[in-house]
């Protein structure tokens, strides 16, 4: 049976955060056209396959649309394009790691490539980063 999620509700469900309407339909778009590399992660995350993780895929959060997020563990998984390397593009995602870490969240990037050539090492230090947060398994 499902548990309660911390600040959740019954039956292990995050409640519903006042989202604008545009961010929500953004993140709707987002899980109908993800990368090749977020698909094939995706297939590792869902329904709690990594080690009984439960990870949501494009979740909004706050003004921020997470990839992958495990709202029982408040960990964020990101997965970046080469654009992310991009000067202007790396002071943002830096901008969005802190302002996500001062709300609780710990977040975990990795490049496109790293999932695609070397999926179970992403799965592995997921499954450490998790650890550390204190899952245990």
């Known amino acids: ?18 989202v604008p309407s545009r961010i929500r339909a953004n993140a ?12 094939r992660l995706w297939s590792q995350l869902r329904a709690h396959r990594l080690m009984g993780l439960g990870f949501r895929r494009q979740l909004p959060i706050g003004a921020y649309i997470a990839d992958f997020a495990c709202p029982e563990l408040h ?10 390397a991009e000067d202007l593009r790396a002071r943002k995602d830096e ?11 710990t977040v975990i990037r990795f490049w496109n490539a790293e ?6 090492a992403v799965c592995e230090h997921i499954v450490a980063v998790a650890r550390d947060l204190g899952k245990e398994f």
């Open 115 to 120: 999932v695609m050539r070397e999926l179970d």
């Open 95 to 105: 901008l969005r790691t802190r302002k996500l870490g001062e709300t609780g969240w």
């Open 28 to 39: 709707r778009t987002l899980r109908k056209n993800m990368t090749e590399a977020e698909t």
């Open 75 to 84: 960990l964020i998984v990101e997965v970046d394009g080469t654009q992310h």
């Open 1 to 18: 049976s499902r548990g309660r999620c911390p600040g959740g509700t019954e039956g292990g469900r995050m409640p519903r955060q006042k």
